[in-house]
Structure formats: structure tokens, C-alpha cells
């Protein structure tokens, strides 16, 4: 049986087959699907979203510890903060196999930067593998289970956006069940003191070695042998670029295991051609350890070190051939990211723009688009709960300099639970001038729809216990917490004022479901334009709806997307929006 599937559908198949019993995650593009694919398969493998990737990889290492196959997974900046584990889970090694997916995002398609992931699999010194293409990724699992279990490894299992929500063919197999032996007590290997981790260093370097020799013949890495001309070592989704852009008589050496190096196989297909290349994306990694083994080879002098590569690319760069541009009559108009029609974050961010004496820090989700125009509302994003922290360290600098300024920390419901809660208590503790605020729209809402613990439910869509963020913040010393609608502008200017007025810790909580959320009320109208009344002010314009535009001196409101708000209602100062039953 074969079926079309992506990357991470294809790996949700493979922890099925493989005989996984464990899975965790959070939602990150583009890593997303393979949690969401394994609800399918539930009678055989628990899966859950976690609160953020370090909770995911600890219970994940943790059903490994009693013997599970297991499985976490993440876009690559989620590895910075699972890092911790990972690391200390590479000295002691596993019971069941552990795999540990990490999907990188060439190019940024949706992601604040572009590191390049392969890094930790030496960094933390376990063995990773890649796959090219949607049947690799399901077989690479079961081996990647077996590579685990055999020398005792976390295994990386690095993947990018092209392999992940691309699609090819893929030939099922049967679930072949993993024995789960019985736990035995063994604090030797699973209690890392300082005592233990010296111990287990020198197993951690032989292991290593012990890889790259098994990877000069393994099942993971093949030769492609067409000519002496020209050779390309490659792997993941650079293989099938480079297999497409090279010469028909190029010899390939394939790599699946990527780290360690099988310098032995390297060494022996460099000796056969010509002229070696090394065509991987981003950073130089396989090339610089051929380059440091003294093999010489070509790579990022042609292809970069920024960006994602394709065919073309390759052609171009490596062989000269100029593109062949067509030019076309009709040109794209550029459509710049904005919140959606109906968005809750939009009223909250034009309270906020409307402000010019303080800042306001935000954090990766839906709302970074409130730094956007016309909205401007934002002043700093860095990372996953750094909208309190990064807004704590600028409010102590402020009191230091005797700037008159107070900071509005901005995080997202999901986003608190991930990495908030933490830089709400070190506001509360060091008394910071900061006034903590959650958008919460009830799910976790960038990534497509994931549950989180304030949803009120799990990945496998049971009712589970909702964990009320107000609660929290009074838990941590926050008195007057303001709890609003953020699409009546009036009670979020009232809030926004009452908390810079409050004597006491003060904290918002905006709350209005995702518009695009299932279970959310369906629209009961939508708002139409009286043209007679418009005065053509463009007030309307200034909230940023999609919905809203400007024709013929007046404004219009494009019905096939309102969802009847009345955001752009309220701002109106004549009155000539009003809303329509439907």
C-alpha cells in the first residue's frame, strides 16, 4: 500500500510502525503535523502537547528511561530551550530509543532566525540522521530506534521545512510491537552527578567513535556510483536538488547518518572522482570536518551559507547556466502579514498605538503582526516569553535613568504557559515597573489550532483541566488583575488606564476566542459601510482589518471577510459603519 504523504506524515506512520509508545511536542512550524498525525494512531502511542520543548524532551527521555520507544519534537529554535536535557541525556543514554526531531527552517519561512541544528548533534555528541524525501522519512525512524538502542544514544533527527511539507510516495509496513522490559533501579546510569557525568564522558567519546565507524557501512548512507568526473557528497533534502542540477554520469555519496561522519567511506568515494563537491544548505558543516580530514572538496564558495538552495540555484552557481526569465503581464501586488479580520489582538494593539509614553515588548505568536502598520503598537520581539523578561530589563533601566516610562510586557496565552509564567515571577520578585499582559485567545494560535493547558483540552481532544492565567497572576503577587473583552475599545482603554493608575502590582488578561477557532460563535453579522455619512477620514484604515479598504474617496468593507467585530464601528467618528444582521 502506498499513499501520497508529507514529511511529518510520513514520520507519524514510521513511530507507529517502529512500535513508539511515547510522544511529545510543542507546536512549532514546521514541525507541527507529526503530533497532530499521531492522533490516529492513539490505541497505540500517547501523544501530547507539552507547555514548551524542555518539558517535551524530559518526559520523552523520561518514558525512555522506562523502556518506551519515544519521541519529542520541535522547530529548530525550540532545541535552544529543550538544550538542557538533551545534553545531560547524551551521558547517560537511553532505555527504550529516544529520538529527539528537530525541523529547521531554511530561509525563515516563519521563524525569527536561521540556525542550523546539525551543530547540536556534535555539540551534544549523539548521532543524527536526515532523510531526503517521505519514504526516508518513515524508514528512518524504526532505524533511527535501532541506532538508539544499539549504542545506547539519543538519536537527532534533523529534518527542514522542504522534507517536512513536502509530499512523495510512500510504501506502508506493519506495526512491529517494541518489548518494553521491566524497570530496574539503576542510579548509576540515570542519576547524573558530577561523579557519574566523569564517569561517563570517555563512554560518550567512544561511543562517537564507535558511530563513525559503523556509519562507513550502514544501511543509512549509500554510494551512487554513474562516473569519475564529478562527486557530490549530500544529504536531506540537498540530495534531491543536487541530483537534479548535476550532470547524469555524477557520482553521490548519500548520506543518512550525518554525524558522525563515516570519514572512512568519505575518504574511499573522494579517492574515485575527480572533483568533489559537498552541496548542503546553510552552514558548512559536513564540508568544513572533509576539509579538516584533509579531503579536498568544493561547496560554500558556490552555493552560500544563507538561504535555502533549489535546482536552479545549483545551476546557476555551480555551473553558470543563467535562469531563463519569462516576464509576465500580470504582477504580483504584494500583500504584507497582517491579523486576521475578527483578530482579538487588534483592539488591544490599537488601545496600545494610541499611547506615546511607554513601551511595549511582545513575543513570538499571531501578535508579533502588532508591530506591523498601521498599527506600529510594538517596540521589541526576541523570543519565547521574552515579552516579560526583555520588558523587565528595560523598565529597571528606565528607573535608573529616571525616564518616564512604563513597559507593557505582551505575551500570548499559549506563549505564557510555554515560557511566561517564569518572567512573571521575576517581574513580581524584583518589583519590576512592568505591567504583565496575556493575550489570550484560547489556543495556540500561529501554529494552526493547537490545544494548550488553558484550552480545556489535550492533543487527543479529551477535557482536560484548564489552568486559569488569572489565578497564576494573583498567585504571584499581581492585586488588580483587569480581565477585558479586547474588542470593546472602551473597556480596554479602561483597562489600560486603571492598571497605569493601580498603586499595586497590576496586571491585563485581553480575552476574546480566535475568530478562526472551531468551536468559536459563529459571526451574527457583519459590518457595511453607509457611504452618505463617510466623510472619507480614513479612521477605519487605522485599525489594519483586511477587510477594510479605500475606494472612490470612501471607505468599503469587503463582505466575504468581515466577520463583524465592529472594531473599525467604534473608531468610526461619524457613525457611518454600523452593523448588519446576517
Given at each position: 500500500?502506498?499513499?501520497?504523504?508529507?514529511?511529518?506524515?510520513?514520520?507519524?506512520?514510521?513511530?507507529?510502525?517502529?512500535?513508539?509508545?511515547?510522544?511529545?511536542?510543542?507546536?512549532?512550524?514546521?514541525?507541527?503535523?507529526?503530533?497532530?498525525?499521531?492522533?490516529?494512531?492513539?490505541?497505540?502511542?500517547?501523544?501530547?502537547?507539552?507547555?514548551?520543548?524542555?518539558?517535551?524532551?524530559?518526559?520523552?527521555?523520561?518514558?525512555?528511561?522506562?523502556?518506551?520507544?519515544?519521541?519529542?519534537?520541535?522547530?529548530?529554535?525550540?532545541?535552544?530551550?529543550?538544550?538542557?536535557?538533551?545534553?545531560?541525556?547524551?551521558?547517560?543514554?537511553?532505555?527504550?530509543?529516544?529520538?529527539?526531531?528537530?525541523?529547521?527552517?531554511?530561509?525563515?519561512?516563519?521563524?525569527?532566525?536561521?540556525?542550523?541544528?546539525?551543530?547540536?548533534?556534535?555539540?551534544?555528541?549523539?548521532?543524527?540522521?536526515?532523510?531526503?524525501?517521505?519514504?526516508?522519512?518513515?524508514?528512518?525512524?524504526?532505524?533511527?530506534?535501532?541506532?538508539?538502542?544499539?549504542?545506547?544514544?539519543?538519536?537527532?533527527?534533523?529534518?527542514?521545512?522542504?522534507?517536512?511539507?513536502?509530499?512523495?510516495?510512500?510504501?506502508?509496513?506493519?506495526?512491529?510491537?517494541?518489548?518494553?522490559?521491566?524497570?530496574?533501579?539503576?542510579?548509576?546510569?540515570?542519576?547524573?552527578?558530577?561523579?557519574?557525568?566523569?564517569?561517563?564522558?570517555?563512554?560518550?567519546?567512544?561511543?562517537?567513535?564507535?558511530?563513525?565507524?559503523?556509519?562507513?557501512?550502514?544501511?543509512?548512507?549509500?554510494?551512487?556510483?554513474?562516473?569519475?568526473?564529478?562527486?557530490?557528497?549530500?544529504?536531506?533534502?540537498?540530495?534531491?536538488?543536487?541530483?537534479?542540477?548535476?550532470?547524469?554520469?555524477?557520482?553521490?555519496?548519500?548520506?543518512?547518518?550525518?554525524?558522525?561522519?563515516?570519514?572512512?567511506?568519505?575518504?574511499?568515494?573522494?579517492?574515485?572522482?575527480?572533483?568533489?563537491?559537498?552541496?548542503?544548505?546553510?552552514?558548512?558543516?559536513?564540508?568544513?570536518?572533509?576539509?579538516?580530514?584533509?579531503?579536498?572538496?568544493?561547496?560554500?564558495?558556490?552555493?552560500?551559507?544563507k538561504y535555502e538552495l533549489?535546482?536552479?540555484?545549483?545551476?546557476?552557481?555551480?555551473?553558470?547556466?543563467t535562469p531563463e526569465i519569462?516576464?509576465?503581464?500580470?504582477?504580483?501586488?504584494?500583500?504584507?502579514?497582517?491579523?486576521?479580520?475578527?483578530?482579538?489582538?487588534?483592539?488591544?494593539?490599537?488601545?496600545?498605538?494610541?499611547?506615546?509614553?511607554?513601551?511595549?515588548?511582545?513575543?513570538?505568536?499571531?501578535?508579533?503582526?502588532?508591530?506591523?502598520?498601521?498599527?506600529?503598537?510594538?517596540?521589541?520581539?526576541?523570543?519565547?516569553?521574552?515579552?516579560?523578561?526583555?520588558?523587565?530589563?528595560?523598565?529597571?533601566?528606565?528607573?535608573?535613568?529616571?525616564?518616564d516610562k512604563k513597559v507593557?510586557?505582551?505575551?500570548?496565552?499559549?506563549?505564557?504557559?510555554?515560557?511566561?509564567?517564569?518572567?512573571?515571577?521575576?517581574?513580581?520578585?524584583?518589583?519590576?515597573?512592568?505591567?504583565?499582559?496575556?493575550?489570550?485567545?484560547?489556543?495556540?494560535?500561529?501554529?494552526?489550532?493547537?490545544?494548550?493547558?488553558?484550552?480545556?483540552?489535550?492533543?487527543?481532544?479529551?477535557?482536560?483541566?484548564?489552568?486559569?492565567?488569572?489565578?497564576?497572576?494573583?498567585?504571584?503577587?499581581?492585586?488588580?488583575?483587569?480581565?477585558?473583552?479586547?474588542?470593546?475599545?472602551?473597556?480596554?482603554?479602561?483597562?489600560?488606564?486603571?492598571?497605569?493608575?493601580?498603586?499595586?502590582?497590576?496586571?491585563?488578561?485581553?480575552?476574546?476566542?480566535?475568530?478562526?477557532?472551531?468551536?468559536?460563535?459563529?459571526?451574527?453579522?457583519?459590518?457595511?459601510?453607509?457611504?452618505?455619512?463617510?466623510?472619507?477620514?480614513?479612521?477605519?484604515?487605522?485599525?489594519?482589518?483586511?477587510?477594510?479598504?479605500?475606494?472612490?474617496?470612501?471607505?468599503?468593507?469587503?463582505?466575504?471577510?468581515?466577520?463583524?467585530?465592529?472594531?473599525?464601528?467604534?473608531?468610526?467618528?461619524?457613525?457611518?459603519?454600523?452593523?448588519?444582521?446576517?
Open positions: 500500500m502506498k499513499q501520497l504523504l508529507s514529511g511529518n506524515e510520513a514520520i507519524a506512520r514510521g513511530l507507529y510502525e517502529a512500535g513508539a509508545e511515547f510522544a511529545s511536542a510543542y507546536p512549532g512550524t514546521p514541525s507541527t503535523e507529526v503530533l497532530e498525525n499521531l492522533v490516529q494512531y492513539k490505541d497505540d502511542i500517547y501523544a501530547e502537547w507539552a507547555p514548551n520543548e524542555k518539558v517535551a524532551t524530559e518526559v520523552a527521555y523520561g518514558a525512555s528511561m522506562a523502556g518506551a520507544r519515544s519521541f519529542c519534537t520541535m522547530k529548530m529554535v525550540g532545541a535552544n530551550v529543550a538544550a538542557d536535557p538533551l545534553f545531560t541525556a547524551a551521558y547517560q543514554g537511553v532505555s527504550g530509543g529516544f529520538i529527539f526531531m528537530s525541523a529547521d527552517d531554511p530561509s525563515m519561512h516563519s521563524s525569527q532566525n536561521e540556525q542550523d541544528n546539525r551543530h547540536y548533534a556534535r555539540h551534544a555528541k549523539i548521532a543524527m540522521v536526515e532523510p531526503s524525501d517521505s519514504q526516508e522519512c518513515k524508514d528512518f525512524v524504526k532505524m533511527a530506534y535501532e541506532l538508539s538502542e544499539k549504542f545506547d544514544t539519543p538519536v537527532l533527527y534533523r529534518v527542514t521545512t522542504r522534507i517536512d511539507h513536502s509530499k512523495s510516495l510512500v510504501e506502508f509496513g506493519e506495526r512491529e510491537e517494541h518489548k518494553i522490559e521491566d524497570y530496574v533501579k539503576n542510579p548509576r546510569k540515570n542519576v547524573c552527578t558530577p561523579a557519574n557525568a566523569y564517569m561517563n564522558h570517555p563512554i560518550v567519546e567512544k561511543r562517537i567513535a564507535d558511530l563513525a565507524e559503523y556509519g562507513n557501512d550502514c544501511p543509512f548512507n549509500k554510494v551512487e556510483m554513474n562516473g569519475t568526473k564529478m562527486g557530490v557528497i549530500t544529504a536531506g533534502i540537498s540530495y534531491q536538488y543536487a541530483k537534479e542540477a548535476f550532470p547524469e554520469d555524477t557520482s553521490f555519496l548519500k548520506l543518512g547518518l550525518t554525524y558522525p561522519l563515516p570519514m572512512k567511506l568519505i575518504r574511499e568515494f573522494a579517492d574515485k572522482v575527480d572533483e568533489l563537491y559537498v552541496i548542503e544548505e546553510l552552514d558548512p558543516f559536513m564540508e568544513d570536518q572533509i576539509k579538516a580530514a584533509g579531503i579536498a572538496c568544493k561547496g560554500k564558495e558556490f552555493t552560500g551559507e533549489n535546482a536552479q540555484l545549483i545551476e546557476e552557481r555551480v555551473f553558470g547556466k519569462k516576464e509576465v503581464a500580470a504582477k504580483a501586488v504584494m500583500r504584507p502579514p497582517a491579523l486576521c479580520p475578527g483578530c482579538p489582538h487588534r483592539g488591544f494593539f490599537y488601545t496600545m498605538a494610541k499611547g506615546k509614553n511607554y513601551v511595549v515588548t511582545a513575543d513570538i505568536g499571531c501578535y508579533t503582526l502588532g508591530c506591523a502598520q498601521p498599527l506600529n503598537a510594538i517596540d521589541s520581539v526576541l523570543c519565547m516569553g521574552g515579552g516579560f523578561t526583555v520588558g523587565m530589563g528595560m523598565s529597571k533601566v528606565f528607573e535608573r535613568t529616571g525616564a507593557f510586557g505582551v505575551v500570548g496565552d499559549s506563549t505564557f504557559f510555554h515560557s511566561g509564567i517564569t518572567g512573571l515571577a521575576e517581574i513580581a520578585y524584583n518589583k519590576g515597573n512592568v505591567i504583565p499582559v496575556v493575550l489570550d485567545n484560547g489556543i495556540t494560535g500561529m501554529t494552526g489550532q493547537q490545544e494548550n493547558p488553558g484550552s480545556g483540552y489535550t492533543l487527543e481532544g479529551e477535557i482536560a483541566n484548564i489552568i486559569k492565567v488569572e489565578e497564576i497572576m494573583k498567585a504571584c503577587g499581581f492585586v488588580n488583575v483587569f480581565t477585558v473583552d479586547p474588542q470593546d475599545l472602551k473597556a480596554m482603554q479602561e483597562a489600560v488606564d486603571g492598571a497605569l493608575a493601580s498603586e499595586e502590582p497590576a496586571a491585563i488578561i485581553a480575552k476574546r476566542e480566535c475568530r478562526l477557532l472551531k468551536r468559536a460563535a459563529k459571526p451574527d453579522g457583519v459590518c457595511i459601510v453607509d457611504a452618505d455619512k463617510c466623510v472619507g477620514c480614513r479612521a477605519c484604515l487605522k485599525v489594519g482589518c483586511p477587510a477594510v479598504s479605500f475606494k472612490d474617496g470612501k471607505s468599503v468593507i469587503d463582505q466575504t471577510q468581515c466577520v463583524g467585530c465592529t472594531v473599525c464601528m467604534q473608531v468610526c467618528p461619524v457613525e457611518a459603519i454600523v452593523k448588519e444582521a446576517r
